[in-house]
């Protein structure tokens, strides 16, 4: 079973920039189509960004599209979120997910059966 672990998260003034990490253990990232979700208090989890196993395609949600980056490096097993341009919609819970290997979705929690324990993200305004 694939172990997940975010970190990176802290207290950022808005505009400025933070990189989540996360770091997989116990099988290879390698062939697992990967995302980043955020859940904010009282709200659902929700998607952030998608990348496919050899990082040659992406998919952002419109609120963090042209702000956010999501990577990925196969041999040192992690993948990364580059937040740029942070605004105070963006605090949140931030959660690395593998996806469950099946179907054709990619946006949707229920895609995921693998999931990190979170890295709060603060923009203080």
């Known amino acids: 079973q694939i172990l997940l672990l975010e970190s990176g998260g802290g207290l950022v003034q808005a505009g400025g920039s933070l990189r989540l990490s996360c770091t997989a253990s116990g099988r290879t990232l390698s062939s697992y189509l990967m995302a980043w979700f955020r859940q904010a208090p009282g709200k659902e989890r929700e998607f952030v960004a998608f990348i496919s196993t050899g990082g040659g395609n992406t998919d952002y949600a419109d609120s963090v599209k042209g702000r956010f980056t999501i990577s990925r490096d196969n041999a040192k097993n992690t993948v990364s979120l580059q937040m740029n341009s942070l605004k105070s919609d963006d605090t949140a819970v931030y959660y690395c997910?593998?996806?469950?290997?099946?179907?054709?979705?990619?946006?949707?929690?229920?895609?995921?059966?693998?999931w990190g324990q979170g890295t709060q993200v603060t923009v203080s305004s």
């Open positions: 997910a593998a996806h469950i290997g099946y179907g054709t979705g990619w946006r949707r929690k229920e895609d995921y059966n693998h």
